[in-house]
């Protein structure tokens, strides 16, 4: 062996030793310490940068290079007492190795104190509704109700106005999907007069079981509430205890592009609406229908209106691949802010997800219908599955395999972290213009899967995309990417391409660098006005007001290592 080679070796030796011995474990104290520190409820507080190492693993940082210098001493006395020349190099540059990790700390703490110095930029800035404010409309009488645009097993949703605010032509059409004559180009629309006289939808929620008091109500329905707004209830209606389904009083979110919004939540009498007799005569009161089984009173709950579903858009249109990488991220990035607080879906399907259309064309999602969501104060977003009366969600055919796999028993707990990405996966498919693959008709089951039965994406499908949907259809959720990791990687791949040029998962300098410079462009832009494609300058804000070191890192290990079994793929065939 040649010196040269020897001393190579003893560098490598040095790095990976101290690598996975004490930065691993280093890593992931200082990870957990940043989380509890930057996701504490739904307010976000301005992050000062600090070392990358807590305290306790300072001493470390600050003693390496004496470490380095005690172990090259060492090794010139062995020169004198004895040993081969090969294992003296060897030694030499091990203490060389130890010394290098010392500027990798100093590279990391840099990074980390950039990606906070960022997000709390972009922390600050908050999130436009898209309605205009309105003080009144706490009464079912204040609106101007429309026909009937959506119904489904625990409600029906109808058109709406403010009855403070008359829409200009009260005799309008109700909202309809109209398709054009040539089939390449068929997209949904709304008649512009339909949207302009109701800007607003009212879900009418259907009362079996919980009284007709409002108390009663709002108790059995209080998971409804999780994505209202502050100033969605009366004040007196908000001192009313809200018991959610699990005991707990339920967490409210704080407003997102792809998260839908209550603006007003009230209970009234329920009203003989168009199309009740017809489509759901059992949910209405003996009042109306002598054969019915409702109670006289029941939620209301005021949204905006958007044109359609997400599964609607997609039976007319079918997005092109930016289109649909766009509306893959932004399922994660609401799936991400709802995990953030303390809050899983539980009931994630594309009838559950809204679309509407930006400035230049392009579908925003919002995830809408929080029947089944879990909203523990507790934010672990784990379930105690004691009992088989204990609800696993709704839609058992989107469950998660931890989740549709769980047996109740003493001391068994439900981990929901991970499932609503799991969930994003499976609808990509239909996104990308095929059959959801945990529907019937291809047969697939979350139970009992292998992950080498999932089909191929199309072709057309970015790389990227493609192994982002593989992650997150992983069955094991400890090795399923979280929606921030799966979220960044697609960020990465969208507008990060040139920072991932010769990038290596522990080197995050140049990643950093171009972090502070899409920064200063999304300001710069948000300065100009809303010019350009506001989806994904909403995007871009998510991503930056969110980001973490390790996180990033992770979604970068992910991307080289896909990109590494491409290659070899292509030098195999």
């Not at 380095?68 to 006395?77: H, K």
């Not at 840099?110 to 908050?126: D, G, L």
């Not at 309809?176 to 949904?188: C, G, I, K, L, N």
Request: with cysteine; charged share 20%.
């Amino acid at each position: 062996m040649s010196v040269k080679h020897a001393i190579s070796r003893g560098l490598e030796l040095g790095r990976s030793v101290f690598q996975l011995g004490l930065l691993k474990s280093a890593g992931r104290v200082a990870a957990k310490l940043r989380a509890d520190r930057l996701r504490v409820g739904p307010s976000v507080r301005t992050v000062q940068p600090q070392a990358f190492l807590p305290s306790r693993y300072r001493y470390y940082r600050t003693s390496l290079k004496g470490l380095a210098a005690q172990l090259q001493s060492a090794s010139f006395r062995r020169r004198f007492i004895g040993g081969s020349p090969r294992n003296r190099a060897v030694f030499l540059a091990f203490g060389l190795g130890v010394g290098l990790i010392e500027q990798q700390l100093e590279d990391d703490r840099k990074s980390a104190a950039t990606c906070q110095e960022i997000q709390a930029v972009f922390s600050k800035r908050k999130f436009q509704t898209p309605l205009k404010p309105f003080t009144s409309g706490y009464k079912l009488e204040d609106y101007i109700i429309g026909n009937q645009i959506g119904k489904g097993s625990n409600a029906a949703v109808y058109e709406a106005a403010a009855q403070f605010a008359p829409p200009k032509d009260a005799d309008s059409p109700a909202v309809q999907m109209r398709e054009d004559e040539e089939e390449s180009q068929r997209t949904p629309s709304l008649t512009c007069c339909s949207l302009r006289n109701f800007p607003m939808a009212i879900k009418m929620m259907w009362n079996f079981g919980a009284g007709s008091s409002s108390e009663a109500i709002l108790k059995s329905m209080s998971q409804e509430l999780v994505p209202a707004g502050p100033l969605a209830l009366k004040k007196e209606t908000e001192q009313v205890t809200l018991d959610g389904h699990f005991g707990v009083v339920p967490r409210r979110v704080s407003a997102h592009p792809n998260v839908i919004r209550v603006y007003r939540a009230f209970t009234a009498d329920v009203p003989l609406l168009p199309g009740a007799q017809e489509e759901y005569p059992d949910v209405l009161p003996a009042r109306l229908n002598p054969e019915g089984l409702g109670n006289n009173r029941t939620l209301f709950l005021v949204m905006k209106n958007y044109p359609c579903t997400l599964r609607q858009y997609l039976e007319v249109s079918a997005p092109n691949r930016k289109q649909g990488s766009l509306m893959v991220l932004q399922l994660l990035e609401g799936v991400d802010h709802l995990c953030r607080q303390g809050v899983a879906h539980r009931d994630l399907k594309s009838d559950n997800v809204l679309l509407e259309f930006d400035s230049d064309g392009c579908p925003r999602l919002v995830i809408t219908d929080f029947g089944c969501c879990l909203a523990q104060s507790d934010s672990s977003l784990q379930l105690p599955f004691n009992s088989v009366w204990v609800s696993r969600g709704g839609n058992a055919s989107l469950m998660a395999p931890e989740v549709a796999t769980a047996v109740p028993g003493s001391g068994v707990v439900i981990d929901y972290s991970k499932a609503d990405a799991w969930a994003v996966g499976a609808i990509s498919y239909e996104i990308f213009g095929q059959q959801n693959p945990f529907y019937r008709k291809v047969g697939l089951e979350s139970r009992n899967y292998q992950e080498k039965q999932l089909p191929r994406l199309p072709s057309s499908v970015p790389a990227d995309v493609q192994l982002v949907v593989r992650l997150l259809l992983r069955r094991n959720p400890s090795k399923r990417p979280s929606a921030r990791v799966a979220a960044n990687m697609l960020h990465l791949s969208l507008w990060g391409r040139r920072a991932l040029a010769n990038q290596d998962s522990a080197g995050m300098k140049k990643l950093a660098d171009w972090l502070l410079c899409q920064s200063a462009l999304v300001l710069l832009k948000g300065c100009s006005g809303p010019r350009g494609n506001r989806v994904e300058a909403e995007l871009q804000r998510s991503f930056l007001a969110n980001l973490d070191l390790e996180d990033l890192r992770t979604a970068v290990g992910f991307l080289l290592y896909g990109r590494e079994q491409r290659q070899a793929c292509v030098l195999s065939v």
